[in-house]
């Protein structure tokens, strides 16, 4: 056996009245240290007293049908609705560690407590510290929304471009990597390469994140929990912590149904904020955005609610 690779998985489901059972074929996509990862490519309704080498043969060829998605390992993802961000924000009033925090959250999902996830081996837990500069964009209406200059180093900046008219679940944006600034001359910049923008700039703040990056088991859908520490640079007692849920993509699979997102991201909430009741942090959902924040509006102020 130690010369063989996993292959394909087949998983018979009870037979109905007419005597047909459902066989789900899955593909071996993805293997790692702490297992292998097998996806749904076909589904066989066949007779349940099937001989099985018959069962296998038809299945080792049904196998093929998503055999250039599940066969590469940087071909196993789409993104539904590409340009648009889909996330709920948790804004936390009180203070609290993000990094406590996300160790939490990050058990809370390898061990099932947030439902039928799991996290992605190697890339579990990511951390991110940032600085951003931050504009306003107030016309056209088309393009209103924010703005930011992320530091990459040595004059370098990615622009993150987020358009939307009010705070909510789903919002356009953009990143255009790999900008060159020179003196942090923002504005002289937007004037030349975006001159029909109006803008106004807003405070730079410094942004502390750690992810904890998981996919369901059921639906395939990839998601982050993006626990966020937010200061002012001219006011670093101005502070702005949150946990984000946020859609990033779906493994490409047999069955993949993109109406699922908006419905799990809400039982994620729901989950999320059960862990935050638990550890008593006072906490208001919705989607409480840094545009609100930089504008002064008051912490979770979309919401209305505390939990």
Do not use: M
């Amino acid at each position: 056996l130690s010369g063989l690779a996993p292959l394909v998985l087949l998983r018979t489901h009870s037979p109905g009245s007419d005597g047909l059972a459902v066989t789900e074929v899955l593909a071996c996509s993805r293997i790692r240290s702490r297992g292998a990862l097998f996806t749904r490519v076909a589904r066989l309704d066949r007779p349940y007293n099937e001989p099985l080498e018959t069962l296998v043969a038809i299945s080792l060829e049904a196998s093929a049908c998503l055999r250039d998605r599940t066969l590469a390992e940087t071909n196993g993802y789409t993104v539904f609705e590409k340009g648009t961000e889909i996330e709920r924000k948790i804004t936390l009033l009180d203070e609290v560690s993000i990094w406590a925090l996300a160790k939490e959250l990050w058990a809370a999902v390898d061990s099932g407590g947030l439902g039928a996830f799991r996290t992605d081996p190697g890339y579990e837990l990511t951390r991110w510290n940032l600085r951003q500069h931050n504009f306003e964009v107030l016309a056209p209406r088309n393009e209103q929304g924010h703005l930011g200059f992320i530091e990459k180093g040595e004059e370098t900046y990615t622009i993150k471009r987020k358009r939307f008219t009010q705070d909510g679940l789903r919002r356009g944006e953009q990143l255009h990597r790999g900008i060159h600034v020179s003196g942090e001359a923002f504005a002289d910049f937007l004037a030349v390469n975006y001159p029909a923008l109006e803008t106004r700039q807003l405070d730079s703040f410094t942004r502390a994140r750690f992810d904890v990056n998981f996919e369901s088991t059921v639906t395939g859908h990839y998601y982050g929990i993006h626990i966020d520490e937010v200061h002012l640079c001219r006011d670093e007692s101005r502070t702005l912590r949150q946990v984000e849920i946020e859609y990033l993509q779906t493994r490409v699979h047999e069955g993949i149904d993109p109406s699922s997102i908006d419905t799990e991201l809400e039982r994620l909430e729901h989950g999320v904020i059960g862990q935050l009741s638990s550890r008593g942090v006072r906490a208001s959902p919705g989607f409480y955005s840094k545009l609100s924040f930089l504008n002064g509006q008051p912490l979770g102020a979309d919401a209305g609610s505390v939990v």
